[in-house]
């Protein structure tokens, strides 16, 4: 019914930057909340940053002032990105891209989760 795809992860030096992507399509009505969450090996995943219908954000303490994020709709397709700077080691992780969506046809909202990108940040 939704799809969400990742893309824009890769292997980036301290310091350097990267931008992700997410498409959402589908059996979309509506977008309410996406976000970008990202897990560490050995960690839970965590939540980086969260944008509204109403382009409300926010962030977590750890990326505020690197990352913006930003979302745009484009016919059946919502994206999501995240420009991510000034890269950090700890930023290392695999993101995933997050969605409430009113799926066309049916009463509730439901979450859904893309397959994730690995951000690699190393010398």
């Known amino acids: 019914q939704v799809q969400l795809v990742e893309s824009g992860g890769g292997l980036v030096q301290p310091g350097g930057s990267l931008r992700l992507s997410c498409a959402a399509s589908?059996?979309?009505?509506?977008?309410?909340?996406m976000g970008w969450y990202r897990q560490a090996p050995g960690k839970e995943r965590e939540l980086v940053a969260r944008?509204?219908?109403?382009?409300?954000?926010?962030?977590a303490d750890s990326v505020k002032g690197r990352f913006t994020i930003s979302r745009e709709k484009a016919k059946n397709t919502v994206y999501l990105y995240l420009q991510m700077n000034s890269l950090k080691p700890e930023d290392t992780a695999v993101y995933y891209c997050?969605?409430?969506?009113?799926?066309?046809?049916?009463?509730?909202?439901?979450?859904?989760w893309g397959q994730g990108t690995q951000v690699t940040v190393s010398s």
């Open positions: 997050n969605a409430d969506v009113s799926v066309l046809g049916l009463r509730n909202q439901y979450n859904y």
């Open positions: 589908g059996s979309i009505f509506s977008v309410s909340v």
């Open positions: 944008a509204t219908s109403g382009d409300s954000t926010n962030y």
